[in-house]
């Protein structure tokens, strides 16, 4: 169990303060052995949201550069290479890496580091936020419509993530070969919303391939607002989606 306070709350106060979003994306991959017990702490922070005044919103993004090994893992995108090479060149890395977990777009670490990992957590969660939520989402044969209600500020960008847990993964070749993996909230599409994002106005995203795999599990929603001169996320939030 992973439970630790971010800060002493006495009991009567603890449901007062809403936590604050922070936002963990996990590079990871099939075909990579190292990534497993990462998938496996991203699922629990998910499942079990350990830190008093934080409210952990998280993202499996599965990269194809260990498609070669021997096996492809059905989940990578080459999208998500791109975003993991744009954050390799914001954190001046030589090179990309897996598990690689980036928090609030603002720090990056090895995904199964999971001291660490809280402890960044804490720290993002300290930082002003900017408050999103999610209107009127509904799952329809693989899109979703939806409005934010945003501070629909001048040059920051609105991502959207459709995303889904899956249940059961059967891994037979590569590093992994004869393991059962699962993983909670695998990007299934990724887009962004350059302007005019807010004030009630519909938005869309579409995954063609939401629920065509076996071990298909519960989809959400997830947006979350950058700057683009830093990758720094500014709010986030999530909503899970009911399928009609």
Known sequence: MLLVSAAPVPARCQN?????????ELFTSEGCSDCPPADNLLARLDAEQ???????????EHVTYWNHQGWRDPYSSLQMDQRQNQYAQQFRL???????????????????????????LVREAARPTQKLAIARAALDNGSVHFSLVAPNS??????????????????????????????VAVVRAMKQF???????????????????QAGAGAARLVVFLDDPRTGRVLGAAEQKLATP
């Open 16 to 24: 007062a303060r809403p936590a604050t979003p922070v936002l963990v």
């Open 50 to 60: 350990p830190i008093v005044g934080v409210h952990v919103i998280a993202l499996s």
């Open 94 to 120: 030589d090179s990309s890496y897996t598990p690689q977990a980036v928090i609030d777009g603002a720090e990056q670490l090895v995904g199964s580091d999971t001291r660490h990992l809280l402890q960044a």
């Open 154 to 183: 001048e040059g920051d960008r609105l991502f959207a993530a459709l995303a889904q847990d899956v249940t059961r993964s059967e891994v037979t070749r590569g590093e992994n070969a004869g393991r059962t993996l699962h993983y």
């Open 194 to 212: 350059r302007s005019n994002f807010g004030g009630g106005r519909e938005l869309q995203i579409s995954a063609g391939n939401l629920n065509r």
